[in-house]
């Protein structure tokens, strides 16, 4: 059973709502989001970064950040910039990137659900950057930024969602910087709340697609919460968590690929015989896109390279050893190239699908690297690893579009209201 519940979203006026929303806080560097707020004094940017406020030397974790995103945070409500829902409501968000449409409801979704394994995990999470979120979430006293959760689509829920967009309009309609299409509705009658959440209630799971992170974050903070205030009411807001829920059936994930700095005691034609043991290899005319598992491109001294994986490298029963990326990671990036793990190692280096393989190009031109353009991960392969209780390799999912930051937030007890 899932749980999820209407809750007092706070959100932009209608006017500001453009100028508010950003992208999500773990998709730039402090550099990269001060130019995005440059000149925009709404951006949500300052509060989910709000480092971009102060001097270099001011070190992005410093206590003074977590109390600045709390005041600009107070100062934005003050100012009427956010607003607090009157009644709880839920919200349906639209994104439209291309002729691609995604439509997700979003809910408070209990903290319980999480820890007894209801919401299901893929990936692991690093204590540093849970500790970030835990104390911008406890300063701020707020879930600043949704979780982006997923589920096996249902012919019910489908029908309520698309019942209330066929006769309600929405709260926001833009198109941010990104070229993404951005609708919000708000669901406030009480006979579709109670349908929502009887629907919700039927799924015996629901998976995490992105933010382990601030899921994990949260749960530590409502954990906090309790041991503080341990005779308040098991429906206060700190033991919810605030997603974004999105069918299956409307999500795609993109390429995640890889860049990696040239040893300089190897050669090309050395790297490249040591790859030939464990794989195919032709000479590719052009950008090489991989068209199936198992198919790697491989951008190795201006040249590229179509890489087909030998058989005997898949067909795991663990589902997570399937994956291209743990097949490039056992049989490439730790024997060719000495990196063990990728998300600490600097020796690598990550570019979403988004960017397309002229960026692996760039990249490598620049900085006399080699890169690998991989087939993307599909939803059935990262809820089939939760399912197993497995762990997806590092870095082997990116989603479009990113969810907007700054259109709705989640208070944790009554004193943001004031």
Known sequence: MVRVKPFHGIRP???LAAEVSALPYDVMNRE??????????????????????????????????YEKAKENLLDFIQKGILFMEEKPVYYLYQETMGDAVQTGLVAAVAVEDYENGAVMKHELTRKEKEQDRIRHFDVCNCHTEPVFLTYRHTDEIDSIISRWLKNHEPVYNFISEDQVGHKLWVVDDDKILDSLASAFEKLDKIYIADGHHRTASAAAVGKLRREQYPDQEGDAPYNYFMAAIFPDSDLSIMAYNR??????????????????????????????????????????????????????????????????????????????????????????????????????VRRCREEDSIGFALYPVEISDLMNISDSGKIMPPKSTWFEPKLRSGLFLHYLDEEVKS
């Open 259 to 360: 860049v990696v700095h040239k040893p300089a005691e190897k050669s090309y034609e050395t790297i490249l015989a040591e790859i030939e043991k464990n794989f195919a290899v032709e000479k590719a005319e052009g950008l090489f896109y991989p068209t199936q598992k198992h198919e790697f491109g491989l951008y190795l001294g201006d040249t590229w390279y179509k890489l087909t994986a030998h058989e005997e490298l898949y067909g795991h029963d663990d589902p997570a050893k399937n994956l291209d990326a743990a097949i490039l990671q056992t049989t490439v990036m730790e024997p060719i190239f000495g990196i063990k793990d990728v998300r600490t190692d600097k020796r690598i280096d990550f570019i979403g699908g988004i960017r397309g393989n002229e960026e692996i």
């Open 32 to 65: 990269e989001a001060k130019v995005m707020a440059e000149g925009n004094p709404v951006s949500f940017l300052h509060i989910s970064r709000a480092e971009i406020d102060f001097p270099n030397n001011v070190g992005d974790y410093d206590d003074c950040v």
């Open 13 to 15: 006026k209608a006017e």
